[in-house]
């Protein structure tokens, strides 16, 4: 998607430990205009499925999540994080490492809003290792619920989480692609 490719261009900064940081209109400050043609392009690859939920995780996937669900008129749940011991009966909980924060969290999502043998689009900010799409899909199959493919908004394609979800057969769509982040420079993959 160029426009995004543009903002990344403008925008983003890259960290160390081959984090790209994009706080001025994705993370931190969050571009609407940006977020809803983000949610359009995902509607529209997504077209030909049959879509009941978005599922994403909090904080940073519910913007372009949100968008996406206003483009495919179907509500969004946002998985919320957190450090609680104890499990809750009426909630799917599974845990996720966070790659940024480093940290350990339970994800969980109500069963009330989950109907098994639904149809899901899950949507992330970003996919790295894909530890967070990965904690999702576990929700879903716990909660037998089908999921018809995966929204990224930017794919660091040199970290396997991308492609090992393409080789389990999960249709993956990510709208920037990037090839490296080595020496402080942005590289996308061709397409
Ligand atoms: P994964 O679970 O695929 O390893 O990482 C995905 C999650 O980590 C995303 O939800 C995102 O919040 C965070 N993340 C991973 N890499 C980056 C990055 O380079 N920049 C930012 N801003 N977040 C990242």
Redesign the pocket.
Known sequence: MQELIDYIKEYGTVLPH?????DAFL?HQVNAQLMKHVGEEFAHRFAGEKIDHVWT?ES??IAPALMTALALDVLMIFARKHQSLTLKHDMYTAKAY???KQTTNNISISKKYVTPGENVLLI??????????NVMLEIAKTAGVHVVGVGIVIE?SFQP?GKKLREQGLRVESLAKIKSLADGKVSFVEE
Do not use: E, H, I
Not at 18 to 22: A, H, Q, S, Y
Not at 124 to 133: K, L, P, S
């Open positions: 081959d984090v790209l940081k994009v993370n995780v940073s996937g966070s790659y940024t992330d900010d970003f996919m790295a290792n894909g530890q967070a799409v660091k989480g």
